[in-house]
Each structure stands twice: as C-alpha cells, then as structure tokens.
C-alpha cells in the first residue's frame, strides 16, 4: 500500500497531535515514523540527522530488520524503503505526517507525481505563535543556545544552513499554500488552523470526516496530547549531551520507566518570556515579501 493522505503543515502546527487523532479513526493509519521526509530529502544533506544528533534512523537497516519501532523523525531516501513503512497498512487512508514539505522546493511536484490523487490536510497556526514555540522547542532540544534576536538575525542573514531556518522561513504560510493549490485539485485540499483545532476539537475533525468522506463518530478524542512545549531545567548540560551524541545514546537505551522518572526531574513548565522588542523584530521579519523562489526548471536541473 502506499500513502494517499499527506499533512502538510510546518513544525509546532499542531501535526503530531492531529496525526494521532486521525490515527485513532479505524479508516485511517499512521506508518510507524511519522514523519519520513521522503518527499523533501533533498534539502537534507546525507550527515544531516547524525549531525543533529535526532532519532539516527538508517532507513536500510530500519528495513532489514524489519523494524516497527514508533519514530518522529526520519529522512527515508530509498523509494521502496518509504514504502515500507506503509506496508500492511490497510486502512482507506495512510497518513505521511512529515512536516517539511509546506516550505520545501519540489516537494509539492514529487508529491503530486507519486500520488496525484491524493487528499492534503493543510495545518497552520499564527505565524509568531509557531515561530516562537519552534524556538521554545529548539532551546528545550539542546538545537539552540542562542538567543531569539540571534537566531533571527542570523537567519534574516542567510547564515543558518536552509533546513536550520525554523523561525521566519516556516511561518510564512501563503506562497507556500498558493502552490499546492495550483497543483492539486481544490477538493482533495482541506485547511485547518491550530488554533480551531485546539478550541474546537470535535468541530474541527467533523470537518475532517466530511472532507475524507468518513465517519466522524469514531475518532477517540481521548488520545493524549502529544508532543509538548515544556523546557529543560538543566539546559547547559542539555545541549552538551545533543551535540555529544549522548542524549540520543540514552533515549535509545535506557529502560522506559526509567526515562519516565528522569523526565518528571529533568522538564519544568515552559515560562519563557521574551521582549516585545525581539518579537516585533520577528514578527517584521516573518511579515516581510520573502525572497523569490526557486523555479520549476530551477528544481528539476
């Protein structure tokens, strides 16, 4: 089997809580990685989760193994790798939840060429809202120990490598959305916010089942919220394990009750505050025309 329904949606939209609600529908499923990046694994360099020191899935060996251990994140870049995660799959509906595809160059034609039938959940949230739990996100993750201003100017200046551009690239919504539009057919798209999601919860998902043509009285709404803002108490020795690669050695090893009781110590609610100054600088920024795009010629040479 292979995917026929894509989220296409930026980080802290909202994504992995929506994805698990429709995984809770007995017509839809969710492949074992959420989010394979297939589609936009161009824009990754080859070293690039071992570098960020994220899940350091190896698609070819995930395969041979014959793994169904549960992921966030990976970069699949081998077709039938992709689609084996989707094998056995056999609900109407299976979801890729990868949230690189709204802003990445070509991935709206390598989506379109792969399944031209397929339906698109498009998710957005206040753009300095998302820009601002990113970073929450970013510091929390060990990803960054700069400041907000810092991160903005050096994305406003090119020096963050492309996939590194979290802030203002992945809040700028509309160009984006345009494209797929002028791809797909307006009735395989359907656009949600965040915010309705999070206020409106049985509402919003009525308007899912309508749209998928399924019955909106068995999604399980008691499915828990999923990927959570809270910040790291310890944020110094945070970072050092990131980029030591020891974080990702624990996550992976350590007993799971045991990582529950290091969490309950370890993550403290997220109180950050930040200066009306740094979010106005960011807000200008996200607001401003961004600069042209690459075009279709551009991408495929």
Known sequence: MKPNLFLIAAPRTGSTQLAFLLASHPDVDIPPIKEPNFFSQHEYPEDFVAMRHLNDVDPAAYVARKSAKRMQFAIFREQAHYEYLFQG?????????STTYMHCDGAAERIFEYAPDAKLIIQTRDPV???????????RSGQSDRSLREEVELEVNGTTPLPGRFLIRQSRYDAAIAHYKSIFPAENILEMTFEEMVAYTEAALAKVAAFLGIDPEKF????????AGD?????RLNVWLLRSGWKNRLRQFLPIKLKRMIKKVWFKKNTTAFAEEDIALLRRHIEASPAPSRTRDQIAS
Request: without cysteine; charged residues 30%.
């Open 220 to 227: 399980d709404l008691s499915v828990d919220e999923q990927n």
């Open 231 to 235: 910040s790291v108490r310890f944020e």
């Open 89 to 97: 799959l056999n609900a109407r509906y299976r979801l890729d939840g």
């Open 129 to 139: 809202g998302r820009a601002l739990s990113h970073y929450k996100l970013a510091t």
